[in-house]
């Protein structure tokens, strides 16, 4: 995830060079286009982070279920 965030620095560093140098045509949308593409990355890091948890609860939750089963048949073969 640490290219992520690379890229996002310099989408940023990018849009405020455009902000300084182009005209008001191309200087507005370039940083624009750059700031929604930024939160598009956000998006889709928080997306990812939220699935590896959900995930790691299911893995948990099977685990546990698991041991469950396995000491109900214990119990049940004595």
Known sequence: MKTIS???LLLALFA???LLTYDVG???LVPILCLFTI???ERL???IKEDEEAKMRLLKYEKEEAKKDNF???I???
């Open 76 to 78: 049940n073969f004595e």
């Open 72 to 74: 109900d048949e214990i």
């Open 39 to 41: 939160f598009l990355f």
């Open 45 to 47: 890091r928080q997306r």
């Open 26 to 28: 191309i200087g507005i």
């Open 6 to 8: 690379l890229f996002e």
């Open 16 to 18: 405020f060079y455009t």
